[in-house]
């Protein structure tokens, strides 16, 4: 079962940033897709950006333009949201997930905001807009 500790949560004014990031164990990889989903007070959880081993990246319509979703160390087991012009409606719990299956269309690869689809998550960091 893979570890994911997530970090760099806070509390920012409209417009901030917040770059949040989570520690994975080597194997967070193996079904190929990781990703940050979050969750508001009330609402149901939803993927905010996903990234598919060999490159395939998607937004939430609503973040485009303003989060960045990357990977660091050799080894991918960092991966990183970098949020930018943050509103109040970003605010909730950002989880970091991982183990995601990996689907296919026409030959290309890609991964979903299917929750189910992810076998790993985090505990969540908290993201505050106000």
């Known amino acids: 079962h893979v570890q994911l500790v997530e970090s760099g949560g806070g509390s920012v004014q409209t417009g901030g940033s917040l770059n949040l990031s989570c520690i994975a164990s080597?194997?967070?990889?193996?079904?190929?897709?990781m990703g940050w989903f979050r969750q508001a007070p009330g609402e149901e959880r939803e993927g905010v950006a996903v990234?598919?081993?060999?490159?395939?990246?998607?937004y939430i319509n609503s973040v485009k333009g303003r989060f960045t979703i990357s990977t660091e160390d050799s080894d991918r087991t960092t991966l990183i949201l970098q949020m930018n012009s943050l509103k109040p409606e970003d605010s909730g719990t950002y989880y970091c997930?991982?183990?995601?299956?990996?689907?296919?269309?026409?030959?290309?690869?890609?991964?979903?905001?299917?929750?189910?689809?992810?076998?790993?998550w985090g505990q969540g960091t908290q993201v505050t807009v106000s």
């Open positions: 080597r194997d967070a990889w193996s079904q190929n897709c």
């Open positions: 997930a991982a183990h995601g299956e990996r689907r296919s269309y026409a030959g290309e690869y890609y991964c979903t905001f299917m929750i189910r689809h992810y076998g790993s």
């Open positions: 990234v598919e081993r060999d490159g395939y990246i998607n």
